[in-house]
Protein backbone atom coordinates (compact mmCIF):
# COMPACT_ATOMS: atom_id res chain seq x y z
CA UNK A 1 0.00 0.00 0.00
CA UNK A 2 1.50 3.24 -0.74
CA UNK A 3 1.46 5.86 2.06
CA UNK A 4 1.25 9.64 1.27
CA UNK A 5 3.29 12.08 3.40
CA UNK A 6 2.37 15.67 3.65
CA UNK A 7 4.73 18.52 4.74
CA UNK A 8 5.06 20.59 6.88
CA UNK A 9 2.03 19.50 9.43
CA UNK A 10 0.85 22.93 9.84
CA UNK A 11 2.31 26.46 7.47
CA UNK A 12 1.79 29.63 9.58
CA UNK A 13 1.62 32.47 6.90
CA UNK A 14 0.61 35.86 6.32
CA UNK A 15 -1.63 37.12 3.60
CA UNK A 16 -0.26 37.86 0.52
CA UNK A 17 3.08 35.04 1.31
CA UNK A 18 3.53 32.32 -0.79
CA UNK A 19 2.93 28.93 0.49
CA UNK A 20 4.29 25.51 -0.35
CA UNK A 21 2.54 22.06 0.45
CA UNK A 22 4.51 18.96 -0.32
CA UNK A 23 3.73 15.42 -0.71
CA UNK A 24 5.52 12.51 -0.58
CA UNK A 25 4.41 8.76 -1.92
CA UNK A 26 5.85 5.34 -0.69
CA UNK A 27 6.88 4.43 -4.15
CA UNK A 28 6.60 6.10 -7.39
CA UNK A 29 3.20 6.61 -8.80
CA UNK A 30 1.88 8.72 -12.03
CA UNK A 31 1.71 11.98 -11.87
CA UNK A 32 -1.99 11.44 -13.23
CA UNK A 33 -2.74 9.65 -10.37
CA UNK A 34 -2.00 12.58 -7.75
CA UNK A 35 -4.95 15.04 -6.72
CA UNK A 36 -5.30 17.88 -4.59
CA UNK A 37 -8.28 18.82 -2.26
CA UNK A 38 -8.89 21.73 -0.10
CA UNK A 39 -11.13 21.42 3.14
CA UNK A 40 -12.79 24.05 5.20
CA UNK A 41 -13.66 24.32 9.13
CA UNK A 42 -17.40 22.57 8.43
CA UNK A 43 -17.41 21.94 4.77
CA UNK A 44 -16.55 19.20 2.34
CA UNK A 45 -13.62 18.41 0.66
CA UNK A 46 -13.35 20.40 -2.76
CA UNK A 47 -11.08 19.35 -5.72
CA UNK A 48 -8.25 21.84 -6.27
CA UNK A 49 -5.79 19.52 -8.60
CA UNK A 50 -6.25 16.64 -10.69
CA UNK A 51 -3.00 14.64 -12.58
CA UNK A 52 -0.57 17.16 -10.31
CA UNK A 53 -0.81 19.94 -11.93
CA UNK A 54 -4.00 20.60 -13.79
CA UNK A 55 -6.30 22.93 -12.17
CA UNK A 56 -10.36 21.71 -11.61
CA UNK A 57 -12.94 23.88 -12.81
CA UNK A 58 -12.80 27.19 -10.86
CA UNK A 59 -9.78 27.24 -9.09
CA UNK A 60 -8.21 30.68 -9.66
CA UNK A 61 -4.53 30.36 -11.07
CA UNK A 62 -2.82 31.68 -7.93
CA UNK A 63 -3.08 27.32 -6.75
CA UNK A 64 -0.60 25.11 -8.96
CA UNK A 65 0.76 22.01 -9.11
CA UNK A 66 4.07 20.59 -9.82
CA UNK A 67 6.25 17.26 -9.16
CA UNK A 68 6.77 13.74 -10.65
CA UNK A 69 7.82 10.12 -9.41
CA UNK A 70 7.69 10.30 -5.27
CA UNK A 71 8.04 14.28 -4.89
CA UNK A 72 4.60 16.51 -5.19
CA UNK A 73 4.24 20.00 -4.47
CA UNK A 74 0.97 22.22 -4.06
CA UNK A 75 1.81 25.91 -4.62
CA UNK A 76 -0.47 28.83 -3.58
CA UNK A 77 1.17 32.20 -4.82
CA UNK A 78 -0.23 34.52 -2.74
CA UNK A 79 -2.43 33.45 -0.13
CA UNK A 80 -5.96 35.43 0.13
CA UNK A 81 -7.91 35.02 3.50
CA UNK A 82 -10.50 32.43 1.97
CA UNK A 83 -7.60 30.01 1.45
CA UNK A 84 -6.59 29.22 5.27
CA UNK A 85 -7.53 25.68 5.25
CA UNK A 86 -6.41 22.09 5.01
CA UNK A 87 -4.73 20.56 2.20
CA UNK A 88 -4.60 17.09 1.25
CA UNK A 89 -2.87 14.98 -1.68
CA UNK A 90 -4.75 12.33 -2.88
CA UNK A 91 -3.26 9.44 -4.90
CA UNK A 92 -4.98 6.25 -6.86
CA UNK A 93 -3.30 3.04 -7.57
CA UNK A 94 -4.57 -0.31 -8.00
CA UNK A 95 -7.91 -0.03 -7.15
CA UNK A 96 -7.84 1.93 -3.87
CA UNK A 97 -7.36 5.45 -3.00
CA UNK A 98 -5.18 6.94 -0.82
CA UNK A 99 -4.97 10.88 1.70
CA UNK A 100 -2.23 12.00 2.67
CA UNK A 101 -2.67 13.19 6.50
CA UNK A 102 -3.36 16.96 5.53
CA UNK A 103 -1.64 20.35 5.95
CA UNK A 104 -3.08 22.78 7.76
CA UNK A 105 -2.38 26.73 6.60
CA UNK A 106 -3.07 29.39 9.20
CA UNK A 107 -2.89 32.77 9.60
CA UNK A 108 0.47 33.77 11.41
CA UNK B 1 -25.62 21.76 -10.66
CA UNK B 2 -24.32 18.86 -9.46
CA UNK B 3 -25.90 18.21 -5.66
CA UNK B 4 -25.25 14.83 -3.80
CA UNK B 5 -27.18 14.67 -0.64
CA UNK B 6 -26.46 11.97 2.40
CA UNK B 7 -28.91 10.37 4.55
CA UNK B 8 -29.36 7.53 7.03
CA UNK B 9 -26.69 8.47 9.69
CA UNK B 10 -27.13 8.62 13.41
CA UNK B 11 -26.27 6.77 16.91
CA UNK B 12 -25.92 3.11 16.31
CA UNK B 13 -24.65 0.28 18.88
CA UNK B 14 -21.42 -1.61 18.05
CA UNK B 15 -22.41 -4.45 15.84
CA UNK B 16 -25.00 -3.46 14.64
CA UNK B 17 -26.00 -1.86 10.97
CA UNK B 18 -26.69 1.11 9.29
CA UNK B 19 -27.50 2.07 5.32
CA UNK B 20 -26.38 5.70 4.37
CA UNK B 21 -27.74 6.78 0.99
CA UNK B 22 -26.91 9.29 -1.37
CA UNK B 23 -29.10 10.93 -3.75
CA UNK B 24 -28.03 12.29 -6.82
CA UNK B 25 -29.14 14.99 -8.92
CA UNK B 26 -27.50 17.33 -11.94
CA UNK B 27 -25.73 14.86 -13.73
CA UNK B 28 -26.10 11.59 -15.41
CA UNK B 29 -25.52 9.87 -12.43
CA UNK B 30 -25.26 6.29 -14.44
CA UNK B 31 -22.09 7.53 -16.14
CA UNK B 32 -20.15 7.87 -13.23
CA UNK B 33 -18.17 6.36 -10.80
CA UNK B 34 -19.05 6.60 -7.07
CA UNK B 35 -17.40 6.42 -3.97
CA UNK B 36 -17.57 6.73 -0.18
CA UNK B 37 -15.04 8.77 2.02
CA UNK B 38 -14.82 9.19 5.57
CA UNK B 39 -13.50 11.56 8.21
CA UNK B 40 -13.25 10.58 11.70
CA UNK B 41 -13.94 13.39 14.28
CA UNK B 42 -10.81 15.87 14.45
CA UNK B 43 -8.99 13.79 11.59
CA UNK B 44 -7.82 13.30 7.73
CA UNK B 45 -9.93 11.58 4.87
CA UNK B 46 -10.00 7.94 4.50
CA UNK B 47 -11.34 6.47 1.03
CA UNK B 48 -13.89 3.62 1.74
CA UNK B 49 -15.64 2.00 -1.26
CA UNK B 50 -16.14 3.11 -4.81
CA UNK B 51 -17.97 1.60 -6.82
CA UNK B 52 -18.63 1.33 -10.87
CA UNK B 53 -20.63 3.36 -13.12
CA UNK B 54 -23.28 -0.08 -13.77
CA UNK B 55 -22.02 -1.65 -10.43
CA UNK B 56 -20.34 -4.17 -12.48
CA UNK B 57 -17.25 -4.18 -9.62
CA UNK B 58 -16.57 -2.68 -6.07
CA UNK B 59 -13.75 -1.95 -4.41
CA UNK B 60 -13.20 -1.44 -0.52
CA UNK B 61 -10.30 -0.20 2.07
CA UNK B 62 -9.28 -3.06 4.10
CA UNK B 63 -10.42 -1.18 7.09
CA UNK B 64 -14.02 -2.04 5.91
CA UNK B 65 -13.77 -5.05 3.60
CA UNK B 66 -16.38 -7.54 4.84
CA UNK B 67 -18.25 -5.56 6.67
CA UNK B 68 -19.20 -3.03 4.23
CA UNK B 69 -20.84 -2.91 1.32
CA UNK B 70 -21.23 -0.28 -1.59
CA UNK B 71 -24.17 -0.29 -4.22
CA UNK B 72 -26.05 1.83 -6.46
CA UNK B 73 -29.77 2.11 -8.39
CA UNK B 74 -28.68 4.21 -11.03
CA UNK B 75 -32.79 3.84 -11.96
CA UNK B 76 -33.22 5.71 -8.70
CA UNK B 77 -30.27 8.06 -9.29
CA UNK B 78 -28.74 7.03 -5.82
CA UNK B 79 -25.97 5.62 -4.35
CA UNK B 80 -25.39 3.23 -0.99
CA UNK B 81 -23.52 2.20 1.90
CA UNK B 82 -24.62 -0.92 3.65
CA UNK B 83 -22.30 -1.07 7.39
CA UNK B 84 -22.77 -4.33 8.89
CA UNK B 85 -20.54 -5.26 12.21
CA UNK B 86 -20.36 -1.47 13.23
CA UNK B 87 -17.41 -0.46 15.22
CA UNK B 88 -16.55 2.31 17.29
CA UNK B 89 -13.42 3.19 15.04
CA UNK B 90 -15.97 3.52 12.11
CA UNK B 91 -17.61 7.09 14.19
CA UNK B 92 -17.03 9.15 11.24
CA UNK B 93 -18.68 11.78 8.93
CA UNK B 94 -19.31 9.99 5.63
CA UNK B 95 -18.67 11.55 2.63
CA UNK B 96 -20.33 10.27 -0.77
CA UNK B 97 -18.68 11.83 -4.32
CA UNK B 98 -18.41 11.32 -7.89
CA UNK B 99 -15.61 9.94 -9.39
CA UNK B 100 -14.43 11.89 -12.61
CA UNK B 101 -11.77 11.21 -15.17
CA UNK B 102 -9.62 14.07 -17.46
CA UNK B 103 -8.05 12.60 -19.69
CA UNK B 104 -5.88 9.80 -17.76
CA UNK B 105 -6.39 11.67 -14.69
CA UNK B 106 -8.85 10.53 -11.68
CA UNK B 107 -10.01 12.47 -8.88
CA UNK B 108 -13.36 12.97 -6.87
CA UNK B 109 -14.70 16.63 -8.53
CA UNK B 110 -17.80 16.78 -6.30
CA UNK B 111 -18.68 15.96 -2.85
CA UNK B 112 -21.68 15.87 -0.57
CA UNK B 113 -21.91 17.56 2.47
CA UNK B 114 -21.62 14.53 4.98
CA UNK B 115 -23.39 12.68 7.21
CA UNK B 116 -22.16 11.67 10.55
CA UNK B 117 -22.61 7.94 12.05
CA UNK B 118 -21.51 7.64 15.53
CA UNK B 119 -21.00 3.81 16.85
CA UNK B 120 -21.63 3.91 20.57
CA UNK B 121 -22.98 1.79 23.22
Known amino acids: EIVLTQSPGTLSLSPGERAALFCRTSETVRSNSLAWYQQKPGQAPRLLMYGASGRATGIPDRFSGSGSGTDFTLTISRLEPEDFAVYYC?????????FGQGTKVEIK | QVQLVESGGGVVQPGRSVRLSCAASGFTFSRYGMVWVRQAPGKGLEWVAFIWYDGSDEYYADSVKGRFTISRDNSKNTLYLQMNSLRVDDTALYYC??????????????WGQGILVTVSS
Open chain 1, 90 to 98: QQYGDSRWT
Open chain 2, 97 to 110: ARETWVDTAVAFDS
